[in-house]
């Protein structure tokens, strides 16, 4: 890799490759076992006793969300993330089966991951005669903060099944240091984005119970693409109030 201007030039090494291909496999494999979790609790409905009322996601009632999350690329430490919502409206989905059912609420997500890794660079690439390589080290951040709204419907007892849409920025900061510490690149940028997800939520009791989540997909206004400002699936606990 050569230096020019200041900005690093980075090698796609076998490693790095690898690292691709696993992400990959652990993204593909994230969304099979979601896939399976949803049609296994539809399973579990179409034989379920009737739901008289929605139970989890009424109007006035505060929820947070603490989960981790699989990035979609490079990123070394798993997304955190802290979500919240108050329900707005429920019980305006009447149905024999399922009686008056279905909610929305409106609601926040912010997430953080961080990624460190390695570059390599030329150490003199103005001589030509010396073609020494060394090591720097990349270390950057990346933290989305939207404002969220979904539709629940619970057609199972204690699970609360809902689909949202997502709008915010997502903010980025990378720095590159050559061995010696010194600062040869850096970047910071704020993007607002879009996305949808996918989640369900099996409550143990009326304050605590787990959840899932599913990024469907992201869309960023720039010029860049931003497939990694969302992790691709996120897991953790439910606290109602």
């Given at each position: 890799?050569?230096?020019?201007?200041?900005?690093?030039?980075?090698?796609?090494?076998?490693?790095?490759?690898?690292?691709?291909?696993?992400?990959?496999?652990?993204?593909?494999?994230?969304?099979?076992?979601?896939?399976?979790?949803?049609?296994?609790?539809?399973?579990?409905?179409?034989?379920?006793?009737?739901?008289?009322?929605?139970?989890?996601?009424?109007?006035?009632?505060?929820?947070?969300?603490?989960?981790?999350?699989?990035?979609?690329?490079?990123?070394?430490?798993?997304?955190?993330?802290?979500?919240?919502?108050?329900?707005?409206?429920?019980?305006?989905?009447?149905?024999?089966?399922?009686?008056?059912?279905?909610?929305?609420?409106?609601?926040?997500?912010?997430?953080?991951?961080?990624?460190?890794?390695?570059?390599?660079?030329?150490?003199?690439?103005?001589?030509?005669?010396?073609?020494?390589?060394?090591?720097?080290t990349t270390t950057s951040?990346?933290?989305?903060?939207?404002?969220?709204?979904?539709?629940?419907?619970?057609?199972?007892k204690n699970l609360d099944?809902?689909?949202?849409?997502?709008?915010?920025?997502?903010?980025?900061?990378?720095?590159?240091?050559?061995?010696?510490?010194?600062?040869?690149?850096?970047?910071?940028?704020?993007?607002?984005?879009?996305?949808?997800?996918?989640?369900?939520?099996?409550?143990?009791?009326?304050?605590?119970?787990?959840?899932?989540?599913?990024?469907?997909?992201?869309?960023?206004?720039?010029?860049?693409?931003?497939?990694?400002?969302?992790?691709?699936?996120?897991?953790?606990?439910?606290?109602?109030?």
């Amino acid at each position: 890799m050569v230096l020019s201007n200041g900005v690093p030039l980075y090698l796609h090494t076998v490693n790095e490759l690898f690292n691709h291909i696993s992400n990959y496999l652990l993204q593909v494999k994230m969304r099979k076992i979601l896939l399976v979790v949803v049609a296994l609790f539809t399973v579990m409905g179409a034989g379920a006793s009737d739901v008289e009322k929605i139970q989890f996601a009424n109007a006035g009632k505060f929820s947070l969300g603490v989960m981790s999350g699989f990035p979609r690329f490079e990123k070394n430490m798993p997304y955190i993330s802290l979500d919240g919502m108050i329900g707005l409206k429920d019980g305006f989905c009447h149905t024999n089966k399922f009686g008056d059912n279905g909610a929305i609420d409106l609601g926040f997500y912010i997430g953080y991951a961080r990624d460190e890794s390695r570059f390599a660079y030329m150490v003199d690439p103005n001589d030509p005669q010396n073609s020494a390589w060394e090591y720097g080290t990349t270390t950057s951040w990346n933290m989305p903060a939207t404002i969220r709204g979904a539709f629940h419907w619970e057609f199972v007892k204690n699970l609360d099944v809902y689909f949202g849409l997502q709008t915010g920025l997502s903010f980025y900061d990378r720095k590159d240091v050559d061995r010696n510490g010194k600062q040869v690149y850096s970047n910071r940028y704020a993007r607002v984005l879009l996305g949808h997800y996918l989640g369900v939520k099996w409550m143990f009791s009326k304050h605590v119970g787990v959840k899932a989540e599913y990024n469907g997909g992201s869309h960023c206004f720039g010029t860049r693409r931003c497939e990694s400002e969302l992790p691709v699936a996120s897991v953790g606990l439910q606290f109602n109030f």
